[in-house]
Structures are given as structure tokens and as C-alpha cells.
């Protein structure tokens, strides 16, 4: 990865290569940036950057050996750690090595812009949540204490860092505090809250902003040879999310569905006297999966921040067309100022209490009711 192939995020990389140029490359950082703005695809370019043999003027040259080696994620001196699970293959006490190859396989498939839900999926272990185990904070250690191979730093690149469970990250504290010479540790993150704060308090933070619009827009046009209208679209949907943009792109499908869903779900929510529909709605929910939940609730969000715009009058900047339009129009005279901040704040809470393993059917059976309460009260307000 070099840094011309990262989208946006050119402060970041000033940043970054200010440090190495004034020598006081941290040697525990942290990358904080939430899904889609490319903390791990900067973590590696760094990593590339740092130790090819040939720097140019702010970029890897990505020809030399040391670049050719990062290039196949598989360099002597890198090394990655990451969530994983139980899955067909392995069928316990599972850790980063034993996942090596796959994970290289969908570095490669994504373009190092990586996903939890797409980590998972390539791995096929549907619902399951992967952690980062203590075995594997005992191979970083062991790693650790050779020297490097070939390369002026040993990286380690320690990916979802949130996942980090406590006695992982306990066995690492010392490491992260003072790891031994010419070793680079890269943490990236896309949560801070979920850090624990021994390891937050080590590491020094680099913040990795959401891609801003105009970048994401020529990456559309570059990386996925979309139109200039297309492109802007998509652009100002995926909110500085490059993965959102494109799964937009790619996935018209999984839209479809979430759309289809959504639309149904708020019908319930405004018929609350279907009560059985909307238990039998929930029960369902609950049995999809995380991701499929956590998808279908930020469509949710996006589908009210529409709603927004068409109450701003901001017609041209609605994205939604078809069927999709049709509902955003019906929808929009209940949205308001007032409870889109609430209807936000549910969303966004439901999709980080599902991260934390909170009880589906629980979560949406209460997320439902407050949302029948909230379109109860604009209906009320609505006929004043
Ligand atoms: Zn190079």
C-alpha cells in the first residue's frame, strides 16, 4: 500500500510523514478512524513507507523489494494481529497466525479497507464476534524478542484494537509501553469508548477523520469508473465511508433489502395496534445476524437524515430515487428538527449495543416502542 493509493486523508499523511522526517516516529500508535476512512490502509502504507529502501518525495516507491514484500502482506517484518473466531477450520483455541493466509486473501479482495462485518463473512462464521486472545498477545511477544529479518523496523499492526480482550491487553502493557528497539507497534481503532484505557493511556493518537466528499467522489470515478453524476451521488451517501460507497456501488441489493425492511418495520411502528406483526417483525430481526441488524439500522439513519433534506428543501441533494423516494416523502412530514436528533440517538445507541452483544429481540422490541411513541407524538403535533 502506498500512500497515492489511500483515499483522501492527505493531513493524515502529512502527519505522518512529518514524524519520520523530524524522527520521532512514535513507537506505539494509535489509528482512530470509524469504518470505511482507511485507519488500517494508512497503518500499512506507513508501514511500507517506513521501511522501503528507496523513499521518494512523501511516498513508498513501491518497487523495491522491501515494497514488493509489503505489497503481498507479506513482508518478514510485518506482523498482523486481528479479531478472530472459532470457524470449519479452526475449530478452537483460535488466533491471529493460525487465520494469517485468509486474512491476507481479504486484504487483498478489499483493497486493505477492511471491515469487521467483512472480516467475518470471508471467514463464514455468521454471527459470531471474534476477540483478540491472550494466546495471541503471547505471540507478539515471542515475535517481538527476534530481531528484525531484513527490514530497518519491525512492524506489528494490530488491527480492531477494541478487541483487545482484558487479559490480552494486560499481557501487552509492558510491551505497548516500551517495546524493544527499532519496533513500530500500530494499533488501529474505530471506536475510542471501547478501548480499554490502559491501552488508550500508552499509545499516541493519530485521528483518522471520515473522508471528506470531494475525495471520496474521484475515488468513485477512479477506483470504480463511475460517471461524474453517479459519483457525486454515492459520495454524498456514504458519509467519508469508503466501504459504505462502495458496498453502495456493488451491493445495490443489500440497499434493496434494508429498504425493504425498513419500510416495514416503520409501518408497524406506526400501526402499533398490528402488535403481533411487530413482534413477529422483531422475533425475525432478531435471528438475522448482527451485521444484517447493525445494516439495517444505519439505513435507517440515512433514510431520516433524507427525510431531513426534504424538509430543508434541499431537493437536490436527496439521493434516493424510485421506491426509495416515494417512502422518503411520506416519511418526511414526521421527521422534524426536534425528535430527528432522538430518532439519531436510538439508532446510533441500538447499533452500539448490538456490538456489545446486547439481546436482539430485546433491543428492537424497546427501540420499537420509543419510535411509535416518537411518531405517535409528530402525528399528534401534526394535526394541531
Ligand atoms: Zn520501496
Redesign the pocket.
Same mark, same amino acid.
Given at each position: 500500500m502506498q500512500f497515492k493509493q489511500i483515499i483522501g486523508q492527505k493531513k493524515v499523511i502529512e502527519r505522518l510523514l512529518s514524524s519520520y522526517r523530524e524522527n520521532r516516529v512514535a513507537h506505539t500508535q494509535l489509528f482512530l478512524g470509524s469504518e470505511g476512512t482507511g485507519a488500517f490502509a494508512l497503518a500499512l502504507a506507513f508501514a511500507q513507507y517506513i521501511n $522501503?529502501?528507496?523513499k521518494q518525495e512523501g511516498d +513508498? /516507491?513501491?518497487? /523495491?523489494l +522491501? $515494497?514488493i514484500k509489503f505489497k503481498n502482506f507479506a513482508h518478514p517484518d510485518l506482523h498482523f494481529f486481528f479479531p478472530t473466531t472459532t470457524n470449519d477450520k479452526v475449530k478452537k483455541d483460535p488466533k491471529s497466525e493460525l487465520f494469517l493466509d485468509e486474512f491476507r486473501e481479504y486484504l487483498a479482495k478489499s483493497d486493505t479497507y477492511i471491515t469487521q462485518r467483512g472480516w467475518y463473512e470471508h471467514l463464514k462464521v455468521g454471527n459470531k464476534q471474534g476477540s483478540i486472545f491472550v494466546r495471541d498477545a503471547s505471540d507478539v511477544i515471542a515475535k517481538m524478542s527476534l530481531k528484525p529479518y531484513e527490514a530497518p523496523y519491525k512492524i506489528f499492526i494490530i488491527w480492531m484494537a477494541e478487541k483487545l480482550n482484558v487479559a490480552t491487553s494486560n499481557k501487552l502493557l509492558k510491551t505497548f509501553e516500551e517495546p524493544p528497539e527499532n519496533t513500530i507497534i500500530i494499533l488501529t481503532a474505530e471506536r475510542y469508548e471501547l478501548l480499554l484505557p490502559t491501552v488508550r493511556s500508552r499509545a499516541q493518537l493519530i485521528k483518522v477523520p471520515k473522508i471528506n466528499t470531494e475525495d471520496l467522489e474521484e475515488a468513485l470515478k477512479d477506483k470504480l469508473q463511475l460517471g461524474n453524476d453517479r459519483a457525486k451521488e454515492i459520495a454524498l451517501l456514504s458519509s467519508g465511508n469508503w466501504n459504505l460507497a462502495r458496498d453502495l456501488v456493488e451491493n445495490t441489493e443489500d440497499v434493496q433489502a434494508n429498504f425493504v425492511a425498513f419500510r416495514q418495520w416503520l409501518r408497524y411502528c406506526f400501526k402499533p395496534e398490528d402488535y403481533t406483526k411487530l413482534n413477529k417483525f422483531n422475533t425475525d430481526l432478531a435471528r438475522v445476524g448482527r451485521e444484517k441488524q447493525k445494516a439495517l439500522l444505519n439505513y435507517g439513519l440515512d433514510m431520516v437524515h433524507q427525510c431531513m433534506l426534504h424538509n430543508q428543501n434541499h431537493r437536490e441533494l436527496v439521493m434516493k430515487d424510485g421506491e426509495e423516494l416515494d417512502f422518503s416523502l411520506k416519511l418526511a412530514p414526521y421527521i422534524n428538527t426536534h425528535n430527528q436528533e432522538e430518532i439519531y440517538r436510538l439508532l446510533n445507541e441500538a447499533v452500539y449495543h448490538i456490538e456489545r452483544n446486547a439481546h436482539p429481540s430485546i433491543l428492537f422490541t424497546d427501540l420499537s416502542f420509543k419510535l411509535i411513541d416518537i411518531f405517535r407524538a409528530a402525528r399528534t403535533k401534526g394535526k394541531k
Amino acid at each position: 500500500m502506498q500512500f497515492k493509493q489511500i483515499i483522501g486523508q492527505k493531513k493524515v499523511i502529512e502527519r505522518l510523514l512529518s514524524s519520520y522526517r523530524e524522527n520521532r516516529v512514535a513507537h506505539t500508535q494509535l489509528f482512530l478512524g470509524s469504518e470505511g476512512t482507511g485507519a488500517f490502509a494508512l497503518a500499512l502504507a506507513f508501514a511500507q513507507y517506513i521501511n $522501503c529502501e528507496q523513499k521518494q518525495e512523501g511516498d +513508498s /516507491c513501491g518497487i /523495491c523489494l +522491501s $515494497c514488493i514484500k509489503f505489497k503481498n502482506f507479506a513482508h518478514p517484518d510485518l506482523h498482523f494481529f486481528f479479531p478472530t473466531t472459532t470457524n470449519d477450520k479452526v475449530k478452537k483455541d483460535p488466533k491471529s497466525e493460525l487465520f494469517l493466509d485468509e486474512f491476507r486473501e481479504y486484504l487483498a479482495k478489499s483493497d486493505t479497507y477492511i471491515t469487521q462485518r467483512g472480516w467475518y463473512e470471508h471467514l463464514k462464521v455468521g454471527n459470531k464476534q471474534g476477540s483478540i486472545f491472550v494466546r495471541d498477545a503471547s505471540d507478539v511477544i515471542a515475535k517481538m524478542s527476534l530481531k528484525p529479518y531484513e527490514a530497518p523496523y519491525k512492524i506489528f499492526i494490530i488491527w480492531m484494537a477494541e478487541k483487545l480482550n482484558v487479559a490480552t491487553s494486560n499481557k501487552l502493557l509492558k510491551t505497548f509501553e516500551e517495546p524493544p528497539e527499532n519496533t513500530i507497534i500500530i494499533l488501529t481503532a474505530e471506536r475510542y469508548e471501547l478501548l480499554l484505557p490502559t491501552v488508550r493511556s500508552r499509545a499516541q493518537l493519530i485521528k483518522v477523520p471520515k473522508i471528506n466528499t470531494e475525495d471520496l467522489e474521484e475515488a468513485l470515478k477512479d477506483k470504480l469508473q463511475l460517471g461524474n453524476d453517479r459519483a457525486k451521488e454515492i459520495a454524498l451517501l456514504s458519509s467519508g465511508n469508503w466501504n459504505l460507497a462502495r458496498d453502495l456501488v456493488e451491493n445495490t441489493e443489500d440497499v434493496q433489502a434494508n429498504f425493504v425492511a425498513f419500510r416495514q418495520w416503520l409501518r408497524y411502528c406506526f400501526k402499533p395496534e398490528d402488535y403481533t406483526k411487530l413482534n413477529k417483525f422483531n422475533t425475525d430481526l432478531a435471528r438475522v445476524g448482527r451485521e444484517k441488524q447493525k445494516a439495517l439500522l444505519n439505513y435507517g439513519l440515512d433514510m431520516v437524515h433524507q427525510c431531513m433534506l426534504h424538509n430543508q428543501n434541499h431537493r437536490e441533494l436527496v439521493m434516493k430515487d424510485g421506491e426509495e423516494l416515494d417512502f422518503s416523502l411520506k416519511l418526511a412530514p414526521y421527521i422534524n428538527t426536534h425528535n430527528q436528533e432522538e430518532i439519531y440517538r436510538l439508532l446510533n445507541e441500538a447499533v452500539y449495543h448490538i456490538e456489545r452483544n446486547a439481546h436482539p429481540s430485546i433491543l428492537f422490541t424497546d427501540l420499537s416502542f420509543k419510535l411509535i411513541d416518537i411518531f405517535r407524538a409528530a402525528r399528534t403535533k401534526g394535526k394541531k
